[in-house]
């Protein structure tokens, strides 16, 4: 049995005893609560652009490098390279002559590294069955193998869900929600398990959808109930029912009947569940860096060392913040089994 399946069965306890500043419910919808995370997923939560800027990690520049390494559709990677652009994720450097036109990274694209690195952790450690993770990470400052953490910023402690503190920050308050947007579950995830074995691909095909994503959020902020859940999101019953019972088959919930007549289930976020807090931390920090324009949505305080602090993702060995440059990765699998290259490094 896998390790993750002995979580679902074994290891459940209560949500975080976090907070997210709660108005009353006024029975009909509010709008979508400003949030960086929501932000961050809009761009990432589709699973190609994502994976495409993982493989920018890995030294892609071309059309024909991305296409080759993630055997995607041609129209659906020049839709993402275009609208990845457009994001300010990617700049396009002009082809010289006879050369083909590159797509490079911005430093607002690099810097998705700590997020990526904490969604590949993630898939690591409950998603890849008895086999050994996929990549193995060399951190260059230091020269060791680096399973790097995220950290607060003012300690350098590692962080957990059970011992952040939330309130509004300047960024606070809520935009109407608009129906229909981001109801269609992102295509079949098998799809993104083609080209490398990839722990972020596997972390992708459980998050791979913003709503899912969200409503783990309000797992994290301590919203266990549907009707709260669906008031706070502004969401469709029929899609958080269907979310709600994806995210329990996938472990991430637990469900507890709290109401017998009529039936009424409260929603517990697992083990697994929890350890998607640093995934989610991360890209919260991401968020507020390039798309909260110095006004952050929620502030978050620290209880060990009671500073307000952001996310940062550091090596566990020398306590450096991780960037792109300096990782290393050695393949944990026979690259001939699927047409990647050797080991290599970002440069
Ligand atoms: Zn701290
Ligand atoms: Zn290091």
């Not at 005893?17 to 509010?30: F, I, N």
């Not at 790097?148 to 059970?162: G, K």
């Amino acid at each position: 049995m896998t390790r993750s399946a002995t979580a679902r069965i074994t290891r459940v306890r209560a949500t975080p005893q976090v907070r997210a500043p709660r108005e009353k419910l006024s029975g009909a919808t509010r709008g979508e609560r400003n949030c960086s995370v929501a932000r961050t997923l809009d761009i990432v939560s589709d699973a190609w652009a994502f994976l495409i800027i993982r493989e920018a990690f890995f030294e892609a520049k071309t059309f024909g490098a991305f296409r080759s390494a993630l055997d995607i559709p041609r129209a659906t990677l020049t839709d993402r390279l275009r609208k990845l652009t457009r994001l300010q994720i990617f700049r396009q450097v002009a082809a010289d002559s006879g050369q083909r036109k590159q797509y490079r990274l911005t430093r607002m694209g690099f810097d998705l590294y700590p997020s990526f690195i904490s969604l590949m952790q993630f898939g690591d450690r409950w998603l890849a069955g008895e086999k050994n993770p996929p990549l193995v990470l060399v951190h260059r400052s230091c020269g060791c193998e680096s399973h790097p953490v995220v950290a607060c910023s003012e300690c350098a402690s590692e962080l957990e869900a059970r011992g952040v503190q939330y309130r509004d920050g300047p960024g606070a308050g809520r935009k109407p929600a608009k129906p229909g947007r981001n109801t269609r579950r992102a295509s079949d995830g098998s799809r993104f398990m083609l080209g490398r074995p990839s722990s972020v691909s596997r972390a992708l095909e459980i998050i791979g959808d913003k709503w899912s994503f969200m409503v783990v959020r309000e797992g994290f902020f301590g919203n266990r109930r549907y009707d709260y859940i669906q008031s706070e999101l502004g969401i469709a019953p029929n899609i958080l029912t269907d979310r709600l019972s994806r995210l329990v088959a996938q472990g991430i919930f637990h469900r507890r009947l709290y109401q017998s007549a009529p039936e009424r289930y409260e929603y517990l976020l697992t083990e697994m569940g929890r350890d998607l807090y640093r995934p989610f931390i991360t890209m919260l920090a991401w968020g507020d860096r390039w798309l909260a324009k110095g006004k952050p949505p929620l502030l978050l305080r620290h209880t060990k060392c009671g500073h307000d602090f952001h996310a940062s993702v550091i090596c566990d060995k020398c306590h450096k913040p991780v960037i792109a440059a300096d990782m290393q990765y050695r393949l944990n699998y026979d690259p001939r089994d699927y047409g990647a290259l050797g080991p290599r490094s970002i440069t």
